[in-house]
């Protein structure tokens, strides 16, 4: 039931029965497969979404064709350009690609203008989560100004790494996390490899050494 979703969300459940009535008026459940295209720059911003599952990939295109990841939107976390297009009524910047399979339920424009209007726990919400979102992105354009691609690198690696030591991502993936050259991020991985740390193969790699890349970032952050 569309009751449940709000009661089930840490992000909404302490909202006043009023908004949450609306809520549950106005949102429309969907169900978005992974790969799929949300939007893309240009594209009018017609819809607020609230994700109860999955993650979303929101990242732009260069002109030379390099993919860059601005962030991630998943669970209980909300989109900044999507807010700031709402509020501007500018197109969006940038590209939104689901992750993985994702539900989320999506909120009109105009309800979410009403729901903005009602209610100042909603209001909360979504300032909350874009200035959130500001101050991630400020730490990422400082990381990759200022950490060496060596050591994102491999805190990207250890991050991926999971319940074992294979990693099963792209060069090209990695260096659109990283918002670098998928020819930077291969001669990193090399001198990995020469290092014993890592041993690639097509489509991935495997961790040999977890403990010297976590040394590399330890000593970055000393």
């Not at 992105?137 to 690198?153: A, D, F, G, K």
Request: aromatic share 6%.
């Amino acid at each position: 039931m569309a009751s449940d979703w709000i009661e089930q969300a840490p992000l909404l459940r302490g909202l006043d029965e009023p908004t949450k009535t609306l809520l549950r008026e106005s949102a429309i459940r969907k169900q978005i497969p992974r790969g799929a295209i949300l939007f893309r720059p240009g594209d009018q911003c017609v819809q607020f979404p609230l994700i109860v599952s999955g993650t979303v990939r929101i990242q732009r295109i260069t002109e030379s064709g390099r993919e860059i990841v601005l962030y991630r939107v998943s669970t209980n976390e909300t989109c900044i350009l999507t807010t700031a297009s709402l509020l501007s009524a500018d197109n969006y910047a940038a590209e939104g690609v689901a992750e993985t399979d994702v539900v989320a339920y999506i909120v009109p424009s105009e309800r979410f203008a009403a729901l903005m209007n009602a209610s100042s726990g909603f209001r909360a919400i979504v300032f909350d989560g874009y200035s959130r979102r500001i101050a991630t992105l400020m730490s990422r354009i400082e990381e990759i100004v200022c950490t060496r691609i060596n050591v994102r690198l491999a805190e990207r690696l250890l991050a991926l790494r999971g319940a074992g030591d294979r990693i099963s991502v792209t060069q090209q993936a990695l260096a659109a996390d990283l918002g670098t050259a998928r020819e930077v991020v291969g001669r990193t991985l090399k001198s990995f490899e020469r290092s014993g740390w890592v041993k690639l193969s097509r489509g991935g790699a495997e961790i040999t050494d977890a403990a010297a890349l976590r040394a590399l970032c330890e000593a970055e952050r000393d």
